[in-house]
């Protein structure tokens, strides 16, 4: 039997995400995952020049050929930032940035209604090697390149690392957030702080032991902004590519055995100290 065929998807509507939880399927149960969730990308072969990693679709050639330079370079400095490759290999089956000039673009390419969301990302693994990538964005602003994009590329790369399972929720959206732009970041970091004072926040032992995204809209954002916060403190401690290793070893030998051997921390309950701790979104963005 050929190894199945798994997908990771998620959507990001600029203040909620929801993204399913892995499911490792036959191909044929693939399918009919596909329809339900909106199409999937299809497997785009590199062609044309090596150093390619992105093609993108729906959108003027001048402005595609803007928005895959600014992709490749960006890719470059997370892959460099995070995993600590400098100048990797261009991905051989290259990754599709589709741009939606209208919600209803957006939402029909999803399959679902119309919505406020700004950008999506699908991929499909077979075993560990990824045969497709696919990033859906809003392309309907002012700048020529699209305000969700970063974000998603981002979820794209750490899909290359971590190709056995994929990371934490509160890690793989925590990071990157700390890619947005500081007023999206800003945005987030207020609906937790309101959480805060009201009570409503996670402690950390629950916020890691998540694994679905809340369906209400307002915990969703609660959600986002702790998350954000309890990377950015970790990141202070040391840097990205530390947290990136703290992940894997979270993977192997679990949580509390790789909090001591990274941080030092002695608990998962000590890590409390990162709501009153966790420095300003200036002073760790990762954000251009």
Request: hydrophobic share 50%.
């Amino acid at each position: 039997m050929p190894d199945p065929i798994f997908c990771r998807y998620a959507v990001t509507t600029g203040r909620q995400i929801r993204r399913p939880p892995v499911k490792r399927l036959l191909a044929v149960v693939l399918l009919v995952a596909a329809t339900a969730a909106g199409p999937l990308a299809m497997a785009v072969e590199a062609e044309g020049p090596a150093a390619e990693s992105f093609v993108v679709q729906g959108t003027s050639a001048g402005r595609a050929d803007a928005i895959r330079d600014h992709a490749e370079r960006f890719r470059n400095d997370v892959f460099a930032r995070l995993l600590g490759t400098v100048a990797p290999e261009a991905w051989a089956v290259r990754c599709v940035i589709h741009v939606h000039a209208s919600a209803d673009s957006f939402a029909e390419a999803l399959g679902g209604g119309p919505s406020v969301a700004r950008g999506a990302t699908s991929l499909q693994f077979v075993g560990d090697r990824v045969i497709s990538r696919r990033i859906d964005v809003m392309g309907d602003g002012s700048a020529i390149v699209p305000d969700s994009l970063a974000h998603e590329i981002v979820h794209v790369v750490l899909a290359d690392h971590f190709v056995a399972a994929a990371p934490p929720r509160w890690a793989d959206e925590g990071l990157a957030l700390l890619f947005d732009d500081p007023v999206k970041q800003r945005a987030h970091e207020e609906d937790f702080r309101a959480a805060q004072s009201r009570r409503l926040a996670w402690s950390v032992a629950d916020l890691l032991q998540l694994e679905e995204y809340p369906e209400d809209a307002r915990r969703q954002r609660v959600f986002y902004g702790q998350s954000a916060a309890l990377v950015r403190w970790l990141v202070a401690r040391k840097d990205a590519a530390a947290f990136i290793r703290f992940l894997d070893d979270c993977q192997s030998t679990g949580t509390a055995a790789a909090l001591r051997s990274h941080y030092g921390i002695e608990s998962v309950d000590a890590m409390g100290l990162a709501w009153r701790e966790s420095p300003p979104i200036h002073a760790i963005s990762l954000a251009d």
